[in-house]
C-alpha cells in the first residue's frame, strides 16, 4: 500500500490509506468435516468450545452435516489452531476448505517411495507462479496445492509431477476430494463401520440370547446347560459371560469413549446412558456369577443377554440412522453432477485457428482456456462463446425450457446442455467460482442454517440426560424399597429373580429407552430434506431460518415489473387508418426506429422482425435525417416518405391533425395499461401501435390461489397509478401502491409488519433489495449467476410466479414434518419413560425388559430421519 500511496503523491496529488475498509475484509469462512458426533449434546459442546477461542465471530456445527462452519479473524487464529481444537474435544477433523481467495486442487501421485521425493516435488510446485501454499500427506500419498486461478491451474502441476526426477515415474491424478466426494466417502466409511461392528455384536449376541431364552425351554440342552461348574456355576452362565465381554469392552468401545470426552466436558451425551445402562447390567451379571462360583446354595440370575442385545440393536439403529442420513443430502449429489466429466481443450495459433484438440478431465479446465462444446454435450465451464453459433438448454440455471440462442460473444453457463451447434468458448470461471458451484454452496449452507425451533431441541437435550440418569435412578430406589418393605406382594417378582433384580431391570430400561438423538435430528434432518427438495424444484431455500419465516407468511408484497409482468414492452396491437400492406408499413415503422436506443423502440422492431423472412438479423432500408426527440419519438426519410413516430405531442408539434377515430384509439389503449404510439407517413396518421408490459402468464391464477390460502397480495411499483391500477385488477390485486420509491417500499413493508402481518417481499431488481431485506422473508425472482450476493431469503430460480405458491407450500410441508418429528421424539419419551419404570406392571404384570427398551430407542431416531425422509415425495400443488 505504501508503494502505491508514494506512487500517486509523485504524480502530484494527494494520497492518504483508508484504512477500515481493507479491514473489513479480515473475516473468512473455514469449512470443517466433523466425525464422531451422535447427538445435539455433541454439536453444542463442540459449538462453545470453538466459539470461545479468540478470533472468532460466529460457529455452525451441524449435526445433520456432520459440518462445522467458523467465521474468523485469520490474522487473530487459523484453521490448524481449529483443527486441533475440535481434535481436543475427541471428535476427528479433516479440513474442506479455508475461505481464502483461492482454489485448491487434491492430486494423488503415483511411483511415490520417499520422503525425500515428496519433498522434492512439493519444492517444484511452490516455485510456480501463483501457487500459494502445497500440503502433502506421504501415508496417503496426495499433495494438496492452493493457488491463484488467474495465474496457474492444475494442468500445469501434472505437468511439472510428471516431468520432476529423472526417469518420469512420477504420475499425477486427480484424487476425487471435491467437496461432495469427499463427504461421501467419509459417510460410506461410517456406514461400512458401523455394519460391522453390528455384525460382529450379532455373532456373539445370538448364542447368549438362544442360551438364555430358548434352550432354557428345550429339555435336553437346558439340563446341559444347567450342568454345575463349580458350586452354583452353570455352564449357560460361564458361556454367556464369556461370549458378551468381547460385545461389551471390544465393540462397545465406541460408547466409553465417546462418554469420557462428553464428561471430560462437562455435558453428557447418548453414549453416557448407553454405556451406565450396560455397564449396570453387565458388572451385576459378573456379581451373581462370582457369587455363584463361590457360594453353595446362592440363586441369582444373570442380565448378560441385557447388555450383548442392548449394544446389538443400538448399532443396528445408528447403522439404519446413518443409512438413511445419506439419502437425506442427495439433492446436493444431483447438483453436482450436472457438470460433465470430460471437455475437449483446443489449442490455437495466434491467428486463432485450432491446431489440435484433446480430451481432459472438466476438473482440469483452467482459466482463459478454450474449450469445444459439441452438440448435445454439457458446456464444461462459465464463459463465452468464441466462434459459432448454437442454442443451449438453460433450464438448470433459469427454469426456462425454451433453448437460448448463442454466437459469439454470449455467456454460457457450466452445466446447461449444448442443443444443435458446435460452439468455442473461453473458460473465465472455473472450480469454485462457477454457477454451478455457488448454487452448491448455496444449498450446502442453507443445510447448515439452524432453523430456530431447533434452539427448543438444543434446551432440552442439555437437562435431557441428567434427569433421565436422575429418572432411572429413582425408578430401581423405589422398586427396590418397596420390594424391601414388601411394598407388593411376592407373586409379582418372577420365578427366576429377586426383588433388587426386578428393580434393577425397571432401572435400566428407563436408562436406555430415553433418547436425546430423536430430538437432536427432528429439525435439521427436515430442513435439509426440504431444502434439498426445493432447490431440485428451483427454490433456493437459504436455510432453517428462511423455512420457518416462509410457512408463516400470511401477505406477499409484489413488485410489478418484471415480477407481475414480463418486464419487457411488446407491442400487443396494431390498428392502420389507411389502406396499406401492414408488412409495408412495419418496413417504414422499424427502418425510421432501428436507430433509437429506446426500450418502446425495440420492441417494434422486434414486432416488425415477424413480417420478414431473414427474422434474425433483417437489413432495413436506409433512413435519412434521423431525428430523435427525447421523450416525444423520432422521425427520418425512409424510402422518400417522411415518417413520424411517436406520441400526440410530437404530431401536434409538427401540425398533423389527429382524426376521431386515432383519438378513440388511444383512449381505448390508456384504459387498458398500454402505450399508444402514432405513426404519420408523410403529414398524415396512418396507424396507432399498443405497446404493453404484458402480465405473466399464471399471474392470475397464482393471486387467487394464494387467496385461498389465505395470503393477501399487495402491489407495490414505482409506476403511474393507471397501468398499475389496471395490472392489478386484470390479476385480481386489490390493494396497490404507486411511483414509490426503493425506501417506500421498504417502508410500506414495515407498516404491513406493525399491522401484525408476517410480510414476504417477491421482487427482481436492484430497487427492491431494501424491501427484501426489510421483509420477514425476502423472494427474489429469476437467478442470474449472482445468486449467491443476493438479499433475499428464498431465491426463485425460474423467474415464474407459481414458485412463490412452491416455497410457501414447501416451507408449510416441511414445517409440519417438524412438527411430527417432535411429536414422535418427545412423545416417545414421554409414553416410553413410564411404561419402562414399571408403570403397568401392577395392572397388567406388563414390563418392558431392557433389550426391548434399546431396540425401541434404537427405532425413535430411525423413525424419526424415515419421517423426514417422506418429503422427498413432494410433490408442488398443482
Known amino acids: 500500500e505504501e508503494s502505491i500511496r508514494e506512487a500517486i503523491e509523485d504524480a502530484g496529488f494527494q494520497a492518504a490509506l483508508i484504512q477500515d475498509e481493507t479491514d473489513d475484509k479480515s473475516v473468512q469462512v473455514c469449512r470443517i468435516r466433523i466425525s464422531g458426533m451422535t447427538c445435539t449434546s455433541c454439536s453444542s459442546t463442540l459449538e462453545n468450545a470453538l466459539q470461545a477461542v479468540p478470533g472468532v465471530q460466529k460457529v455452525q456445527v451441524a449435526l445433520a452435516t456432520e459440518e462445522a462452519q467458523i467465521h474468523h479473524d485469520p490474522k487473530i487464529i487459523t484453521y490448524n489452531q481449529f483443527m486441533e481444537k475440535i481434535e481436543e474435544a475427541g471428535f476427528g477433523a479433516v479440513l474442506v476448505s479455508t475461505g481464502e481467495d483461492m482454489s485448491k486442487i487434491n492430486l494423488r501421485i503415483e511411483g511415490v517411495r520417499t520422503v525425500n521425493s515428496m519433498r522434492m516435488l512439493e519444492n517444484s510446485l511452490q516455485s510456480l507462479p501463483g501457487v500459494q501454499a502445497v500440503q502433502t500427506s506421504p501415508e496417503l500419498k496426495t499433495i494438496a496445492v492452493s493457488y491463484k486461478p488467474d495465474m496457474t491451474g492444475p494442468r500445469n502441476f501434472i505437468k511439472v509431477i510428471d516431468s520432476t526426477g529423472s526417469s518420469r515415474r512420477f504420475k499425477a491424478t486427480i484424487y476425487p476430494e471435491g467437496e461432495g466426494a469427499g463427504r461421501e466417502s467419509h459417510r460410506k466409511e ?36 444347567d450342568t454345575k461348574v463349580v458350586n452354583m456355576l452353570t455352564i449357560g452362565e460361564v458361556i454367556r459371560w464369556v461370549l458378551s465381554t468381547p460385545v461389551q469392552f471390544i465393540i462397545g468401545r465406541r460408547f466409553y469413549t465417546g462418554s469420557y470426552k462428553a464428561l471430560r466436558h462437562g455435558s453428557a451425551n447418548m453414549d453416557v446412558l448407553i454405556a451406565l445402562g450396560t455397564n449396570a447390567a453387565y ?8 457369587r455363584a462360583a463361590s457360594s453353595p446354595d446362592f440363586e441369582g440370575t444373570d442380565f448378560f443377554e441385557t447388555s450383548a442385545m442392548l449394544i446389538s440393536f443400538i448399532l443396528l439403529g445408528k447403522y439404519l440412522e446413518v443409512l438413511a442420513k445419506g439419502k437425506t443430502s442427495e439433492a446436493i449429489a444431483k447438483l453436482m453432477n450436472l457438470a460433465p466429466e470430460t471437455a475437449i481443450l483446443l489449442s490455437l495459433d495466434e491467428e486463432g485457428n485450432v491446431i489440435s484438440e484433446e480430451e481432459i478431465d472438466s476438473r482440469l479446465i483452467q482459466k482463459n482456456d478454450i474449450i469445444k462444446i459439441i452438440p448435445g454435450a454439457k458446456v464444461a465451464s462459465d464463459g463465452f462463446v468464441l466462434w459459432g453459433q448454437s442454442h443451449i438448454n438453460e433450464s438448470m440455471i433459469t427454469g426456462e425450457a425454451r433453448p437460448v440462442a448463442k454466437r459469439k460473444g454470449d455467456t454460457v453457463i457450466g452445466g446447461t446442455v449444448n442443443e444443435n451447434g458446435v460452439l468455442h468458448i473461453k473458460a473465465t470461471k472455473v472450480g469454485s467460482e462457477s454457477a454451478l458451484a455457488q448454487i452448491v454452496r448455496l444449498v450446502e449452507s442453507a443445510q447448515m442454517a439452524k432453523a430456530p425451533v431447533q434452539k427448543f431441541a438444543d434446551r432440552i437435550s442439555k437437562y435431557f440426560v441428567p434427569l433421565v440418569i436422575m429418572l432411572s435412578f429413582s425408578t430401581w430406589l423405589a422398586w427396590f424399597l418397596a420390594g424391601k418393605l414388601h411394598g407388593y406382594p411376592e407373586s409379582w417378582i418372577p420365578s427366576s429373580m429377586d426383588s433388587f433384580e426386578l428393580a434393577l431391570q425397571f432401572g435400566i430400561s428407563v436408562m436406555v429407552i430415553a433418547c436425546p438423538c430423536a430430538l437432536g435430528l427432528a429439525t435439521p434432518t427436515a430442513v435439509m430434506v426440504g431444502t434439498g427438495v426445493g432447490a431440485s424444484l428451483g427454490v433456493l431455500i437459504k436455510g432453517g431460518q ?8 400470511n401477505c406477499i408484497v409484489f413488485d410489478k415489473t418484471g415480477t407481475l409482468t414480463v418486464g419487457k414492452p411488446v407491442v400487443v396491437n396494431t390498428r392502420l387508418l389507411k389502406n396499406m400492406v401492414l408488412h409495408e408499413f412495419y418496413e417504414l415503422v422499424a427502418a425510421t426506429e432501428v436507430n433509437s436506443e429506446h426500450p418502446l423502440a425495440k420492441a417494434i422492431i422486434e414486432y416488425g422482425k415477424k413480417f420478414r423472412e431473414d427474422e434474425e438479423n433483417p437489413a432495413w432500408p436506409e433512413a435519412r435525417d434521423f431525428v430523435s426527440i427525447t421523450g416525444h419519438g423520432v422521425k427520418a426519410i425512409v424510402r422518400n416518405k417522411e415518417v413520424i413516430v411517436g406520441n400526440k405531442s410530437l404530431m401536434l408539434e409538427n401540425n398533423i391533425v389527429i382524426p376521431v377515430d386515432a383519438q378513440d384509439m388511444l383512449t381505448e389503449t390508456e384504459s ?29 391464477e397464482v393471486i387467487s390461489i394464494l387467496k385461498s390460502m389465505n395470503v393477501r397480495s399487495i402491489m407495490v411499483t414505482g409506476d403511474n397509478w393507471g397501468t398499475a391500477s389496471s395490472i392489478a385488477s386484470q390479476i385480481g390485486i386489490e390493494t396497490v401502491v404507486a411511483e414509490a420509491k426503493p425506501e417506500q417500499k421498504a417502508e410500506k413493508v414495515k407498516e404491513l409488519q406493525a399491522e401484525g402481518y408476517a410480510v414476504a417481499m417477491v421482487g427482481d431488481g436492484i430497487n427492491d433489495s431494501p424491501a427484501l431485506v426489510a421483509a420477514d422473508v425476502g423472494m427474489a425472482i429469476g437467478a442470474g449467476t449472482d445468486i449467491a450476493i443476493e438479499a433475499a431469503d428464498i431465491v426463485l430460480m425460474k423467474s415464474n410466479l407459481e414458485d412463490v405458491i412452491t416455497a410457501i407450500h414447501l416451507s408449510r410441508r416441511t414445517f409440519s414434518r417438524i412438527r411430527l418429528n417432535y411429536i414422535w421424539a418427545l412423545g416417545y419419551n414421554i409414553l416410553g419413560i413410564p411404561i419402562a419404570a414399571g408403570a403397568l406392571f401392577p395392572s397388567t404384570g406388563f414390563r418392558l425388559p431392557p433389550w426391548i427398551a434399546g431396540a425401541a430407542m434404537a427405532a425413535s431416531s430411525v423413525s424419526v430421519v424415515c419421517c423426514s425422509l417422506l418429503l422427498k415425495n413432494y410433490e408442488r400443488p398443482k
Open 190 to 225: 461410517e456406514i461400512k463401520q458401523y455394519f460391522r461392528s453390528f455384525l460382529w455384536s450379532l455373532i456373539f449376541t445370538t448364542p447368549v440370547f438362544l442360551t438364555s431364552m430358548v434352550f432354557m425351554y428345550i429339555p435336553g440342552i437346558k439340563h446341559g446347560l
Open 546 to 553: 428462511a423455512l420457518e419465516g416462509a410457512h408463516k407468511v
Open 672 to 700: 387498458m395499461a398500454q402505450t399508444g404510439i402514432l405513426v404519420s407517413i408523410d403529414g398524415e396518421v396512418t396507424g396507432v401501435l399498443a405497446i404493453s408490459d404484458p402480465v405473466k402468464p399464471g399471474a392470475q
Open 283 to 290: 458388572f451385576y451379571s459378573v456379581y451373581t456369577v462370582i
